[in-house]
């Protein structure tokens, strides 16, 4: 599981581009796992190593057309999978999920949803994404 026969005939692992919403920090109060990119990749790289495939790029991306060449870089078909954690973070990160989703199906491309229940975000979580969010030019790495 998680890997194809490559054109050589050997085994290629499945690549798996994550995508994550670029959503203001100004919404992190309402929304705080919409804001949260790290964790949403998290979530995306924890269900690719639970099907043995292998997180190739990490897209940060805010209404995105479904054309735009920063998601089809290199995408193959039959070998790559674009994947995020539910629905809404595609709806935020891409300008048309049902046109993106109809250019994966036409490119022969699976679109997958982690479909995991997000985090809940107490006062201390929420300072701690501002913290890593607010101050990256100050030396912070978000630890």
Do not use: N
């Not at 190739?56 to 060449?69: K, N, T, W, Y």
């Amino acid at each position: 599981m998680g890997q194809l026969r490559g054109a050589c005939g050997g085994l290629a692992p499945v690549r798996v581009t994550a995508i994550a919403s670029l959503t203001p920090l100004e919404e992190l109060e309402a929304d705080p796992f919409l804001v949260d990119s790290r964790s949403q990749h998290a979530m995306c790289a924890r269900w690719a190593a639970e099907h043995g495939y292998v997180v190739a790029r990490e897209l940060l991306v805010g209404g995105l057309r479904f054309d735009h060449c920063a998601l089809w870089d290199g995408v193959r078909s039959g070998v790559d999978v674009f994947v995020a954690p539910s629905r809404r973070v595609l709806e935020r990160a891409l300008s048309s999920v049902e046109e993106f989703t109809a250019e994966c199906a036409r490119r022969g491309v699976r679109v997958e949803t982690v479909g995991r229940a997000e985090p809940s975000y107490d006062a201390q979580m929420k300072a701690h994404v501002h913290r890593r969010l607010s101050m990256p030019t100050a030396g912070y790495d978000g630890r």
